[in-house]
């Protein structure tokens, strides 16, 4: 396996911007690190869960595909409309109202976020299983996976924590713009 290629691959999947990292920045910025970390520990483990299941179901996963695609499309950009949404409506006065960045919500997130499902549906079968089958190995992939896919969200917690005076200061212009690649993320999953 050639490591270097795999942790690029993870590397860019994990800390570009995606729904996962944009909703966590949004948390922290408008809610703090604390609240932040909850969705950030669900989104692990989610994200974790997945790349488990990737590497279980994978030879099913690549008859049923297409379908599992078309659904995930459809619910996916839903979902990515509305927390948009709520990105852009977040009033920041009232911090203590917002109850959407909890763990299951960011366990839930991983399962409909299109950009987790197609890396984890991707990164075992091309970097894992063709080198390694034996459980272990494949079990210390996924470990390192996850924890690279944690080292991500914790990272947009951390950005969002830093700049939060100047987010805040700005938080209008910061609300749209994280509306805007959310839903522009959304549109993608089209294209």
Do not use: R
């Amino acid at each position: 396996m050639d490591i270097t290629s795999f942790l690029i691959y993870c590397m860019i999947a994990t800390f570009t911007p995606g729904p996962t990292n944009i909703v966590i920045l949004s948390t922290a910025h408008n809610f703090g690190a604390k609240k932040a970390m909850k969705y950030t520990y669900g989104a692990t483990i989610g994200f974790g869960l997945l790349l488990v299941i990737s590497a279980m179901l994978n030879t099913m996963l690549i008859t049923i595909i297409p379908k599992i695609l078309i659904v995930m499309q459809i619910v996916g950009s839903m979902y990515m409309f509305y927390l948009a949404y709520q990105i852009y409506k977040t009033d920041t006065s009232n911090p203590t109202v917002d109850q959407s960045a909890t763990l299951i919500s960011g366990f839930l997130m991983q399962f409909i976020n299109p950009k987790v499902i197609l890396f984890t549906m991707t990164v075992i079968p091309s970097f894992i299983m063709p080198y390694y089958n034996a459980i272990p190995a494949v079990t210390i992939s996924i470990i390192a996976i996850t924890l690279i896919g944690f080292s991500a969200f914790t990272t947009w917690v951390l950005f969002g924590t830093i700049f939060k005076e100047f987010l805040q200061k700005h938080n209008k212009i910061v609300n749209v713009m994280m509306t805007l690649f959310l839903a522009y993320a959304a549109i993608m999953i089209w294209m």
